[in-house]
């Protein structure tokens, strides 16, 4: 870390004892919000270093919302207060409806003018282009993408062993998930596997559900429900069967992660940004690994980015420039190493595998990679239209949860999905 030294002047040091010294720079405080308390491991120390390297700036962190449907729903509230922070990670599929509803207001800053003053060089050096894309809404660019992470599969190796699989030919498909899962239950006192598809915070992994078998759940032109048709009646089949056939248990992420780490779960599908917790949790008591995410559809599936983008709210001059140093270095080199190695996320920065960074830990680390090998099939986190993204979801996974527990059959729960999911577009 540089040295910044101030308050000596030339004059001074050739003896000008009169001279008076420098103004020292106000100190601008930035309020910032973001999502999930436990993701205060790594947003903590990022801050702690910016600050040192900017000590005219200060970062306070307001209480972390409990999932990403709760900061948005915050922010909407604030914006109608105008009590908002003044930056804010949004999760990618809330973007778009964050700024249609902030930009008529004057209420968030655009970045494209302020991306384009650092030069063409500076931006080709740190961010992709597709990278950028999860950030942009209607071809402008609004937020930098902070988190990126696509579903995979944790596994316990030692239970598989003892199932008497091989670990080291974890499946590639469903079907071969769901009969390890089986055998897992069969041959341990442990639960075969856990897809909290209704149990999550957000509908990201009923996303990944319809997208790995070719569909999405939104039609982008029409913005029209999309998931009615045969990706849709798969996905939820699908479902089903975790249930039926491995008798998986209700849990929520939490309760799945602790399962897991406890050595009485033996599959796991989530986000790659619980790789360094679960190791840490875990403790060496049994030996695990990660996998790909089964796609069904080989043409036309893909996986959601999860995940959210940093986007500056405030509308003071001098807290948009501290707030525009804050996103470049969070979303930089040093920020996204410090991102990755406190959770596991796909680095949204290109220089990051560089040897001054994380150099050869994803050699040395192969279970931190499953995550960056689904790029090529990753594709944006569709949100719905008029700030229903929350309330949508808030119906779907109780209809999703029927479904998995046998209550309703898979065909008629699609048709409640669809239907319960068009009144709210609708209205």
């Known amino acids: 870390m540089k040295q910044i030294w101030t308050g000596l002047s030339a004059a001074l040091l050739l003896g000008a004892a009169f001279a008076a010294p420098p103004a020292a720079a106000e100190q601008v405080t930035l309020q910032v919000l973001h999502a999930w308390p436990s993701h205060k491991r790594f947003h903590e120390p990022i801050a702690e270093a910016f600050m040192k390297a900017h000590p ?17 729903q915050r922010i909407i509230r604030a914006a109608m207060t105008d009590t908002l922070p003044d930056v804010y990670y949004a999760a990618y599929n809330t973007l778009p409806e964050l700024v ?3 930009q008529p207001r004057g209420q968030i800053a655009p970045l494209d003018g302020l991306l384009q003053a650092e030069g ?63 055998r897992i239950k069969a041959s341990s006192d442990a639960d075969g596997m856990s897809y909290a598809v209704d149990e999550w915070g957000d509908d990201w992994l009923w996303q990944a559900l319809v997208d790995n078998f070719g569909g999405q759940v939104i039609d982008p032109q029409t913005q029209k429900v999309a998931f009615g048709g045969d990706a849709g009646r798969k996905a939820v089949t699908l479902a089903r069967r975790f249930v039926a056939e491995t008798d998986m248990p209700f849990l929520n992420e939490d309760q799945a992660i602790q399962q897991f780490a406890a050595g009485k779960l033996g599959i796991f599908i989530g986000s790659t940004a619980e790789v360094r917790s679960m190791g840490d949790a875990i403790g060496g008591k049994f030996q695990f690994g990660t996998a790909a995410y089964p796609v069904a559809d ?13 986007v500056i709210l405030t509308q003071d001059p001098a807290k948009q420039k501290a ?5 470049k270095f969070v979303t930089g080199p040093e920020g996204q190493t410090m991102a990755v190695l406190g959770s596991g996320y796909m680095p949204t920065n290109l220089q990051v595998t560089k040897p001054d960074y994380l150099g050869d830990h994803y050699a040395k680390n192969p279970d931190w990679t499953t995550s960056l090998k689904q790029w090529p099939i990753a594709r944006s986190w569709a949100g719905y239209p008029g700030n229903k993204s929350v309330g949508i979801w808030d119906e779907q996974k109780a209809i999703l949860s029927a479904i998995m527990r046998g209550t309703v059959t898979p065909e008629d729960g699609l048709a409640q999905l669809v239907a319960a999911t068009d009144t709210i577009l609708t209205n």
């Open 323 to 327: 707030a525009w140093e804050f996103l």
């Open 56 to 72: 005219d700036i200060r970062i306070e962190f307001q209480a972390p919302a409990a999932s990403y449907g709760d900061a948005h």
């Open 100 to 102: 249609r509803t902030l």
């Open 298 to 310: 080989k043409a036309k599936g893909g996986l959601p980015t999860g995940g959210n983008a940093a």
């Open 120 to 182: 063409a060089g500076w931006i080709a050096t740190n961010y992709s282009p597709n990278v950028l894309a999860l950030g942009q809404v209607d071809g402008k660019q609004w937020g930098l993408p902070f988190n990126a992470s696509t579903p995979i599969v944790y596994f316990n190796r030692d239970l598989i062993a003892k199932a008497g699989a091989n670990p080291d030919a974890f499946p590639a498909d469903w079907d071969g998930i769901i009969d390890l899962a089986r």
